[in-house]
T-cell receptor, first 112, second 119 residues
Framework: EDKVVQSPLSLVVHEGDTVTLNCSYE??????LLWYKQEKKAPTFLFML????IEKKSGRLSSILDKKELFSILNITATQTGDSAVYLC????????????FGKGTLLTMNP | GAVVSQHPSRVICKSGTSVKIECRSL??????MFWYRQFPKQSLMLMAT?????????EQGVEKDKFLINHASLTLSTLTVTSAHPEDSSFYIC???????????????FGAGSRLTVL
């Protein structure tokens, strides 16, 4: 059975801190690793990673995939109030880019 | 960008009734849509893959007679929770992929979800 494990499950940080969220996966016929941000409702897409060692960046967020260790991290620098959310990691596999197995998420709470 | 609309956003029903949730792709066609279920503080669990014009593919442990899925057009999939019971109370989210999107934008767009409460 496919499995995605995220850590920590929750995190409280001060504005301006840098945080690292972890995701390990065991996905049959792995295709890609995706990160989503969920604020109360629909998850919104952050990154899709398919190749090892290539960092993807979007503003203060960045992510990288290690296919040998079956691991990915999501970094957020200079955290802001708006970063408070649940960050979901998902692996796609089974021969499909779209069949996703999600982790339980990391709840990031900003402490003003 | 791609938008997926889900309706209703919240529904409360009595035990034993059936509830239908709609998932629409507003500005793109989706041959495949996905239905997820999310319990509080738990992850999104894939329930089934909805295929336009054919039967849905259900994940192991999901009762297909309990959760009826219909994907009658390229922009609409429906999930009907039949004879709902309190244990069916959950957050249901659908997602869809723009079939014309190139592989670089090869990601799913999620609906805003539907919170079902069965009394």
């Amino acid at each position: 059975e496919d499995k995605v494990v995220q850590s920590p499950l929750s995190l409280v940080v001060h504005e301006g801190d840098t945080v690292t969220l972890n995701c390990s996966y065991e996905v049959t016929n792995f295709r890609s690793l995706l990160w989503y941000k969920q604020e109360k409702k629909a998850p919104t897409f952050l990154f899709m990673l398919t190749s090892s060692g290539i960092e993807k960046k979007s503003g203060r967020l960045s992510s990288i995939l290690d296919k040998k260790e079956l691991f990915s991290i999501l970094n957020i620098t200079a955290t802001q109030t708006g970063d408070s959310a649940v960050y979901l990691c998902a692996g796609s596999g089974g021969g499909s880019n779209y069949k996703l197995t999600f982790g339980k998420g990391t709840l990031l709470t900003m402490n003003p | 960008g791609a938008v997926v609309s889900q309706h209703p956003s919240r529904v409360i029903c009595k035990s034993g009734t059936s509830v239908k949730i709609e998932c629409r792709s507003l500005d793109f066609q989706a041959t495949t849509m996905f239905w997820y279920r999310q319990f509080p503080k738990q992850s999104l669990m894939l329930m089934a893959t909805s295929n336009e014009g054919s039967k849905a593919t259900y994940e192991q442990g999901v009762e297909k007679d309990k959760f009826l899925i219909n994907h009658a057009s390229l922009t609409l999939s429906t999930l009907t929770v039949t004879s709902a019971h309190p244990e069916d109370s959950s957050f249901y989210i659908c997602s869809a992929r723009d079939q014309l999107a190139d592989s670089g934008a090869n990601v799913l767009t999620f609906g805003a979800g539907s919170r079902l409460t069965v009394l």
